[in-house]
């Protein structure tokens, strides 16, 4: 049977439990700026974030012989997984037309995307350079740069994608 006093010795019970909780549970340690550094890595469509590091398309292209083409094909078509050029402008909603030269707006987001995420049963292998070749040989088969245009933070920061104003931005406001 419920007392007036079990009833305070719950109360108090749920009110310091709720004290307890709020102070913290007294686990973990402070996690070190080094440490996150490695988790850290995205780059913003400005290019800041952009890591220290340079590559060419040529240097790029060997590095795609080795650890891309055996699923995106030869030149980036024709492989088991999407292709990484564009035929040409978007026709229709159909995904299997979207790429890098015709939709990706930002060149930022692909050196982000490559680093973070590809070869896709080795993410977070490459290195800065390599990073940056292969985001140069891209760009390059995609028409989007020339051949012989080395990549750094600088220069592709200064990169404008052919669908660059294809987006319709929902609130401005926010940017
Ligand atoms: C084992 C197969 C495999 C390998 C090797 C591989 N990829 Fe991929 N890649 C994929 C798959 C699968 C996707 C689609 C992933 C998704 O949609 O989330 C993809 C997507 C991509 C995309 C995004 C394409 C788009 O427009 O959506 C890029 C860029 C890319 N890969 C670059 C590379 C590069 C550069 C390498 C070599 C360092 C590489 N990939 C190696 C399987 C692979």
Redo the contacts with the bound molecule.
């Keep these: 049977m419920f007392t007036r006093k079990s009833i305070g010795v719950a109360l108090l019970v749920v009110l310091s439990a709720g004290f307890a909780q709020a102070a913290g549970p007294g686990l973990g340690q402070p996690i070190a700026t080094s440490d996150i550094a490695a988790w850290d890595t995205s780059i913003m469509p400005d290019g800041s974030g952009l890591p220290a590091g340079r590559g060419t398309a040529a240097q ?1 292209a060997q ?2 012989a ?7 094909g030869e030149n ?1 078509v024709g ?6 050029t564009a035929k040409g402008p978007i026709t229709s909603i159909n995904g299997g037309e ?3 030269g015709n ?2 707006p930002y060149a930022s987001t ?1 050196f982000d ?2 680093r973070r ?6 993410p977070k292998s ?1 290195t800065n350079d ?2 940056y070749a ?2 140069a ?2 760009l390059a088969l995609n028409k989007v740069i020339d051949d012989n245009t080395a990549l750094d933070a600088a220069t592709l920061a200064k990169i404008k994608m052919p669908n660059r104003d294809g987006f319709i931005i929902r609130f401005p406001d926010r940017i």
Excluded at 66 to 72: D, E, R, Y
Aim: with cysteine; proline share 3%; net charge positive.
């Design positions: 790029g590095i795609f080795g650890k891309c083409v055996a699923c995106h980036g492989g088991s997984a999407s292709a990484l979207k790429t890098i939709f990706w692909l995307f490559i995420a590809m070869p896709w049963q080795q490459l390599e990073v292969l985001t040989y891209l």
